[in-house]
């Protein structure tokens, strides 16, 4: 049995204001969502910050599914769960169920998947994403939330950051899929500085056909750490190399 509810995004509508995107929720079985949010992959992390002249950023990714490839990354600190996610992705269901919903042939992008951690005073900036970005599927894991700790997706119209339309909180089960446009602005509010929770999410890219991945270029050489779980309901210290 899958790990994702395809139906739901079968079901989804796509918003055109002010741009084309969706919110999908109950993406996965009560189960399947429990034991996604206790397992989440706390390996193999990098820090990634800085600012590219749109926008700010700071946050932690570690790849799933390396740009193209056909399996899973660093599987050992998967669980059976979260590779069973991966596989899903993989899927041409997932492919054909995604061209579908957003009416974009996504039969030959080369696909790419990182898991990222907000911790507290992590955020990401008002921005549209690279042209080589074609759609989106942004996946959270989180049992728990608090709006008063930022960490929510701000769909945006325009750079303006007060410009909200709509927002996405991190709850398991919960997630958005952004079409790729001039218009597509989008951020991360930044994680409060108080916040015990690590704000959890997964980004699901589909690329054009000549892209190279941004997160994990071509002879990267990135530190990669891990952080300790210090509870299964989500609460996690510090990084460790």
Known sequence: MPVLEFDRINQAVLQTEPYKWAFIDQLFPA????????????DKFKKVAGYDGEKGYEYFARSLIHMGAEQP?????????????????????YRQTMSRLTGR???????????????????????????????????????????EDGGYLEILNSSDPCGVVAETMPLVGNSAVLVRSDK???????VAEGCRLSRRSLNVIFHSP????????PGDRAK?????????SGLFGGFRR
Not at 75 to 82: A, N
Request: negative net charge; hydrophobic residues 40%.
């Open 105 to 147: 042939d996504l039969s030959e992008a080369p696909l790419e998947v990182n898991v990222i951690h907000y911790g507290p005073n992590c955020w990401l900036g008002p921005h549209v994403d690279l042209r080589e970005k074609i759609v989106s599927h942004i996946l959270y894991f989180n049992q728990s939330w608090n709006r």
């Open 73 to 93: 990354s660093h599987v050992e600190g998967l669980s059976e769960t979260w590779r069973e996610l991966a596989y899903d992705l993989l899927s041409p269901a």
């Open 210 to 217: 000549a892209a190279v991945s941004t997160m994990w270029p």
């Open 31 to 42: 189960a399947n969502a429990a034991h996604l949010a206790a397992t989440f992959p706390c």
């Open 184 to 190: 597509s602005w989008h951020s991360v509010a930044r």
């Open 224 to 232: 990669l750490s891990d952080y300790k779980r210090s509870r299964l």
